[in-house]
């Protein structure tokens, strides 16, 4: 069978972060920096880069896509995602003219805070936030306090801008409103794994999910019983081995669907599913959405958006 060629998300990087596009100059902004923009827009696309990134939409409503996670979204709508977690927002609500101010986002970089977690105790307390981050974090109730800082921040330079942002930083740490977004953790995006035999499983399934996969087939493969097999795997993923391929078909099934003229039928067996009805369940209880409505909101709204 024909396999399609997933891009799978953009990479971005600094030649892309011009100020016309609504990123601030560079200059004087340390490893900070604030972005504001409309919609439509070329920074709507499906992509990832290295740094961190709080994302707090002002206006317009549509469609939120953070790694596996794809849910709505409207004014107020929160989340910081980690490093090399693809994410994109779709506005579908866009009058004519397009809207000047879409999204306002604070870009900051891993290392710094790493850094200062080592010379600095209090710096540790951050932790499991960025952790969970990798697999991005939606906030609630904390929409317009976020915008009041990152204007604060945007206007201040130096030890000052530092402040802020690392009192926009306490704020998200001690909220208890939020919610973890992806099941699947970003570091999966760089070929990262809980050891040695989980490398070989995933890239295993990676290579072979668009064919029929069984356990017995991949335990064959990386050399193991399918007993010992099932219990390794449910223990260092968290998930039995089938929930795993289904969720890497559904995600795959989604990427085919936002990066190309993918339809439906055609994505469920380009990624691995044999019938459609199979396809359409699995796609529900894993995205809480069916195949034809995130098609239709991700992929109408993104091009309709871009017109």
């Not at 499906?46 to 994302?55: F, G, P, S, T, V």
């Not at 693809?86 to 506005?91: A, D, G, K, R, V």
């Not at 004519?96 to 209090?122: C, H, N, T, Y």
């Not at 990386?222 to 223990?235: H, W």
């Amino acid at each position: 069978m024909f396999r399609r060629q997933i891009s799978g998300p953009e990479i971005e990087h600094d030649l892309v972060r011009q100020p016309h596009l609504g990123y601030e100059a560079e200059q004087g902004t340390g490893f900070i920096r604030c972005i504001e923009h409309g919609s439509p827009t070329p920074l709507e696309r499906w992509h990832l880069h290295d740094e961190y990134e709080l994302h707090l939409i002002v206006n317009t409503k549509g469609y939120a896509c953070v790694g596996d996670y794809a849910g709505r979204f409207e004014p107020g709508h929160l989340v910081l995602t980690g490093p090399r977690l693809p994410h994109n927002w779709i506005s579908t609500d866009l009058p004519p003219g397009g809207v000047a101010l879409r999204s306002v986002a604070i870009q900051f970089s891993e290392k710094p805070l790493r850094d200062g977690m080592r010379a600095i105790p209090e710096f540790i307390d951050l932790r499991g936030l960025l952790e969970k981050a990798r697999s991005g974090i939606e906030f609630f109730g904390l929409g317009d306090e976020v915008r009041d800082r990152f204007y604060r921040i945007k206007s201040s330079i130096g030890l000052a801008r530092l402040v802020e942002f690392l009192g926009l930083l306490d704020l998200l740490n001690c909220s208890k409103n939020y919610r973890v977004l992806s099941t699947i953790d970003a570091r999966g995006y760089d070929a990262k794994g809980s050891g040695v035999m989980v490398k070989k499983i995933v890239a295993y399934v990676n290579e072979h999910y668009a064919e029929p996969i069984s356990v017995p087939d991949v335990s064959s493969a990386v050399g193991m019983c399918e007993s010992a097999f099932s219990r390794y795997f449910k223990k260092k993923t968290g998930c039995t081995f089938t929930d795993y391929v289904n969720k890497l078909r559904v995600q795959k099934a989604c990427e085919l669907m936002m990066t190309s003229d993918c339809y439906v039928s055609t994505a469920c067996f380009e990624v691995g599913f044999n019938n459609i009805s199979n396809f359409n369940r699995r796609f529900l209880k894993i995205k809480g959405v069916t195949p034809s409505e995130f098609w239709r909101r991700a992929v109408m709204g993104s091009a309709s958006s871009l017109s």
